[in-house]
C-alpha cells in the first residue's frame, strides 16, 4: 500500500504564560491507502494535537517547530490557511468526540450536509439533495428523508453522531480523523459506530486515523496501532503485534487496564503516577518514574526505536542487548484471541 500521510520528525509546541510546551515530539508516521491506524495514549499525550497539526486547526499559540507533515505527496507543512481550506474535505476531514460542538443547533441536519457538498464538489442544489440523502443512507440514519429537515436537538447522540460523519464524508475525503468519537456514547451504541465506521472505510477504500484512550475499541478496527505517551511515539505495530506481543511498559500498563485482561472477580490494574509537565520534559525516558523496570539510564538517555519486526517496533531500553531479562507480565490470563475486543 502506498503511503497517503507522511509525518517526518514532527513536533508542534504551544506558547504559554508559563513557557514552551512540547505537545508533540519528533513524532514519524505513515498512514496506507485504505489502512485504519489508531492513535492510543491517556489524555494529554499528544493524540489529538498531531491530527490537529496536520489538519492546521490549532489556536494561534501553536507552531510547527520542526519536522514536515506530507499529505498525498505534497509537503503541506507551510501552506497559508487559504490553501489549507482547499483541503480541508476533500484531503482529509475530522470527526470531534461530541457531536452537538460540530453541528450547528439552528440548521436543519439535511442542509448542513448540502452545504458541504455544495462547497466543494460544485453542484446544483437538488443534486446536493440527493447525494445529502444517500450520505444519511450511507451512515444508517433510520428514515432520511424524514429526518431531513430537523435540527440536530431531535436526535439522540449516536444519531447525531452519524449526521457528523456524513458531513465529514460529503466532500469525499481521501483521510479520516476520528478524535474519540464514541467516547460520549453508551457501550451499545459505541459497538454500532464502530462497525459504521469499519463498514464505510471498506466500501470507500478511506484511510483512517482513529485516536482513542481505550484499546477494547481499537481492537475492533484497527489495522495498525501507535501508542503515544508524553507526545512521543513509544510502540508501533499491527493490532496483532501490540495485542499479542507487546513490549513497551506503558502497552503493558494499557492492556492490563482493560477489562477483557482481568480475571473474573479481579480488580482493574491501573498505572500509578501521572504523566510529565511537558513545559520541562525530562531528559530520558518521559515513562521512566512510572516504570516499575526502569532502569539507571531510561532517567539519562531517551531510547532508540528498537525493530521486533518488519512491522513491530518499541522505543525502551529494555529491548537492548545489555538489558537485564524481564518477563512480560501476564496479559491474557488464558483469555483466547477471540475474546478480545
Known sequence: MDNILELNHLSVSFHTAQGEVEAVRN?????KKGEVLALVGESGCGKSVLC?????LLPPNAFVKNGSIVAAGEDITQFSEERMRCLRGT?????????????????????????????????????????ALQLLYLVGLEEPEQRFSLQPHY????????CVLAIALAAQPQMLFADEPTTALDVTMQAQIIDLLRDIQKKLQLSIVFISHDLGVVARIANRVAIMYAGKIVEIGTAEDIFYDPRHPYTWGLLRALPSFVPRGGRLHNIPGMPPSLLHPPQGDAFAVRNAYAMKIDYE?????YKISDTHSAATWLLDARAPYIRRPELLHGESRESIG
Open 27 to 31: 513524532v514519524s508516521l505513515t498512514l
Open 52 to 56: 490537529k497539526s496536520v489538519m492546521k
Open 91 to 131: 484531503r482529509f476531514s475530522m470527526v470531534f468526540q461530541d457531536p452537538m460542538l460540530s453541528l450547528n443547533p439552528t440548521i436543519p441536519i439535511g442542509k448542513q450536509i448540502m452545504e458541504m457538498i455544495c462547497l466543494h464538489r460544485k453542484v446544483g442544489r437538488q443534486t446536493a439533495r440527493q447525494q
Open 155 to 162: 436526535f439522540s447522540g449516536g444519531m447525531r453522531q452519524r
Open 301 to 305: 538517555k531517551m531510547p532508540p526505536f
